[in-house]
């Protein structure tokens, strides 16, 4: 029944397999024909590609896949497979094969890989818009904004496949029953069905999913302006009974985890090692110059589960007894020569990569505030605490969205807890290194709230 929907689509999968085990072991037969047993090989490759492959869900694309989450699949998919080529050559044949070989294997390996998947990608993107194929013929049930939305959506952009064949209308003069419904999706072969979860009564809604179920029809909900049901959900089971959990954290799983966390250690090494190493007495003589005091400025800040920890910087105030208290403001008198340079280009907040190692911080996270502006955002913002779900970091989704800096008004924190909301729920490195080289073009661009 697969094979039906779109006509062939069934058969993509399945072939975007091939076409990547073809690349990996023709590529391997080039590279290594004369130092590796072929049948080991595609049969230790092969193997470790498919199963790690489903639960990376590599495959896992769809029409309406954003190009950013391939992205993050293939940086993903990337580290498996380095991680697979190399435990073959280690346990197999560790003394004679060059490690550059199979670097430079690897990387041509998954060069090729990218361009087929997004070949693919775009060219039935393109294949449906000039013929009309691969498409899905839908119907929305239900009339109201979001689903006028969703018609205006699928109208827009043919390039997704979708066919709108009628928007039923539950209410109003011209309404019909959600039996007329069912009775055109059947009569019209229609294979997937929207409906808005706000224009349906219990009765009807039990009606329509009991009729999904029972004639292999693809049923998905729009969310009314209840706002439970915009959140990302994530299902499980207890046993045989569901259960909803408001939202889905994808660093909470251990292979995200261990990737952020790797990701942090050799960012944080580099820069401690190849920036901070030559970087910190240079500073430190102008910070010095500048005004009497330390170095480094240590403050309390709330991180991971709300524990509190020292985050470092690299002073940039005079010394003063309102520095854990009060914001910094533009213009403010407190700041010295040297340190307006180093908070206009963020070099003020490099010490952090200590945090980042000892595991305090992240790299990229919602930036952590002093704790008596904790305290005070905890009791006055809706959610806010969200925020610690996870790891702060030094650099954020709200800044370089353009919510850094001073909290002018209330707008600007509630905007910031919706950007970091919005980053937990959707992590991928792919997002973490677009942060980073986003917060590098902004501090060599000049950020006007940084001062």
């Given at each position: 029944?697969?094979?039906?929907?779109?006509?062939?689509?069934?058969?993509?999968?399945?072939?975007?397999?091939?076409?990547?085990?073809?690349?990996?072991?023709?590529?391997?037969?080039?590279?290594?024909?004369?130092?590796?047993?072929?049948?080991?090989?595609?049969?230790?490759?092969?193997?470790?590609?498919?199963?790690?492959?489903?639960?990376?869900?590599?495959?896992?694309?769809?029409?309406?896949?954003?190009v950013a989450k391939?992205?993050?699949?293939?940086?993903?998919?990337?580290?498996?497979?380095?991680?697979?080529?190399?435990?073959?050559?280690?346990?197999?044949?560790?003394?004679?094969?060059?490690?550059?070989?199979?670097?430079?294997?690897?990387?041509?390996?998954?060069?090729?890989?990218?361009?087929?998947?997004?070949?693919?990608?775009?060219?039935?993107?393109?294949?449906?818009?000039?013929?009309?194929?691969?498409?899905?013929?839908?119907?929305?049930?239900?009339?109201?904004?979001?689903?006028?939305?969703?018609?205006?959506?699928?109208?827009?952009?043919?390039?997704?496949?979708?066919?709108?064949?009628?928007?039923?209308?539950?209410?109003?003069?011209?309404?019909?029953?959600?039996?007329?419904?069912?009775?055109?999706?059947?009569?019209?072969?229609?294979?997937?069905?929207?409906?808005?979860?706000?224009?349906?009564?219990?009765?009807?809604?039990?009606?329509?999913?009991?009729?999904?179920?029972?004639?292999?029809?693809?049923?998905?909900?729009?969310?009314?302006?209840?706002?439970?049901?915009?959140?990302k959900l994530d299902?499980?089971?207890?046993?045989?009974?569901p259960i909803l959990?408001?939202?889905?954290?994808?660093?909470?799983?251990?292979?995200?985890?261990?990737?952020?966390?790797?990701?942090?250690?050799?960012?944080?090494?580099?820069?401690?090692?190849?920036?901070?190493?030559?970087?910190?007495?240079?500073?430190?003589?102008?910070?010095?110059?500048?005004?009497?005091?330390?170095?480094?400025?240590?403050?309390?800040?709330?991180?991971?589960?709300?524990?509190?920890?020292?985050?470092?910087?690299?002073?940039?105030?005079?010394?003063?007894?309102?520095?854990?208290?009060?914001?910094?403001?533009?213009?403010?008198?407190?700041?010295?020569?040297?340190?307006?340079?180093?908070?206009?280009?963020?070099?003020?907040?490099?010490?952090?990569?200590?945090?980042?190692?000892?595991?305090?911080?992240?790299?990229?996270?919602?930036?952590?505030?002093?704790?008596?502006?904790?305290?005070?955002?905890?009791?006055?913002?809706?959610?806010?605490?969200?925020?610690?779900?996870?790891?702060?970091?030094?650099?954020?989704?709200?800044?370089?969205?353009?919510?850094?800096?001073?909290?002018?008004?209330?707008?600007?924190?509630?905007?910031?807890?919706?950007?970091?909301?919005?980053?937990?729920?959707?992590?991928?490195?792919?997002?973490?290194?677009?942060?980073?080289?986003?917060?590098?073009?902004?501090?060599?661009?000049?950020?006007?709230?940084?001062?």
């Amino acid at each position: 029944m697969i094979f039906k929907s779109g006509r062939y689509s069934g058969y993509l999968r399945p072939i975007t397999y091939v076409i990547d085990l073809l690349i990996i072991h023709l590529w391997a037969l080039y590279f290594f024909t004369e130092t590796y047993e072929i049948i080991n090989y595609i049969a230790f490759v092969t193997l470790g590609w498919v199963i790690l492959s489903l639960k990376s869900s590599f495959y896992e694309i769809y029409r309406f896949t954003h190009v950013a989450k391939i992205m993050s699949l293939l940086g993903k998919q990337f580290i498996i497979f380095f991680l697979i080529v190399f435990a073959y050559f280690g346990i197999f044949s560790a003394e004679s094969t060059s490690a550059i070989s199979v670097i430079y294997y690897v990387l041509l390996v998954f060069g090729c890989i990218t361009a087929v998947k997004f070949a693919i990608y775009f060219l039935l993107k393109k294949y449906r818009v000039l013929t009309g194929g691969n498409h899905r013929k839908v119907v929305i049930i239900g009339l109201n904004k979001k689903t006028d939305q969703l018609r205006k959506f699928f109208s827009d952009n043919p390039e997704y496949g979708y066919q709108l064949d009628k928007t039923f209308n539950l209410k109003g003069p011209q309404k019909v029953s959600i039996e007329e419904c069912i009775d055109y999706i059947t009569d019209n072969n229609v294979e997937e069905i929207y409906s808005s979860v706000a224009e349906l009564n219990n009765k009807e809604l039990i009606q329509l999913i009991d009729y999904v179920d029972n004639n292999l029809k693809t049923l998905k909900f729009l969310p009314d302006n209840k706002e439970i049901y915009s959140k990302k959900l994530d299902f499980s089971y207890y046993g045989v009974l569901p259960i909803l959990s408001l939202r889905k954290i994808p660093i909470d799983e251990p292979f995200n985890q261990f990737i952020k966390r790797g990701f942090d250690i050799i960012l944080s090494i580099f820069i401690i090692v190849g920036v901070l190493s030559w970087l910190t007495p240079i500073l430190a003589i102008f910070i010095k110059l500048g005004s009497k005091g330390p170095v480094f400025f240590k403050q309390k800040r709330n991180g991971l589960d709300y524990e509190e920890f020292f985050c470092y910087k690299f002073r940039s105030m005079k010394p003063n007894p309102m520095a854990h208290l009060h914001q910094i403001k533009k213009g403010d008198k407190r700041v010295t020569w040297i340190g307006r340079i180093l908070r206009k280009t963020s070099i003020d907040e490099m010490p952090q990569f200590i945090n980042v190692l000892k595991g305090e911080m992240s790299v990229v996270g919602p930036r952590p505030h002093m704790v008596s502006h904790t305290h005070m955002y905890a009791g006055r913002i809706d959610k806010f605490m969200v925020r610690h779900f996870i790891k702060p970091g030094i650099t954020g989704l709200a800044q370089v969205s353009g919510y850094r800096g001073e909290v002018e008004n209330e707008n600007d924190i509630i905007n910031r807890v919706k950007y970091d909301i919005f980053y937990l729920e959707n992590w991928s490195l792919f997002l973490d290194i677009k942060i980073v080289f986003q917060t590098v073009y902004n501090a060599i661009k000049g950020d006007k709230k940084a001062y």
